[in-house]
């Protein structure tokens, strides 16, 4: 029986939950995850925990903040114009937003205030500074396809699709 390591395609089901007992994210209902175990596909806590297991395996992973989407940082929250945004775009708190960073990458942010023509917003992931709890089921381990080695990713169901 093969077990989860690097370079292996692994499919899991998962549940994840914050302290709070809210679900965050579940595979339940759809497709399980697949995933290339060592491409950084998925976060490191998690994957480390899964290092190991074998498919019919179920357990419990809690992953603390700097080994998932990481501590909450300050100066992620800016203050920027309305102007910044489409004038066309109604406003308000919560919307999420897809922007660019200095270099031309997608950076994902929420507004998180608006006072008159400032607009707070936050830059850091919904999940930063949260500890996480997954409810795992290794559903199979198996060895990838070429195409998935030289992509780092894994194609077809619960995969990625081109």
Known sequence: ??????????????????DSGEVADSSAGRDPLAYLHG????I??????LAGKAAGEKLE?????EEGYGARDDQAIQKVPRSAFPADVELKAGLSFQ??????RPLMGTIAALEGDEV????????AGET???????IGVREPTAEGVQHGHVHGPGGHQH
Do not use: W
């Open 1 to 18: 029986m093969q077990t989860i390591g690097d370079g292996k395609v692994v499919t899991i089901h998962y549940t994840l939950t914050l």
């Open 39 to 42: 491409s950084g596909n998925i």
């Open 44 to 49: 490191p806590g998690l994957e480390r925990q």
């Open 61 to 65: 992973v809690k992953v603390q903040p």
């Open 99 to 104: 922007a660019q960073d200095p270099t031309g």
């Open 120 to 127: 707070t917003v936050d830059f850091n992931h919904p999940l």
């Open 132 to 138: 996480l709890t997954f409810a795992v089921e290794v």
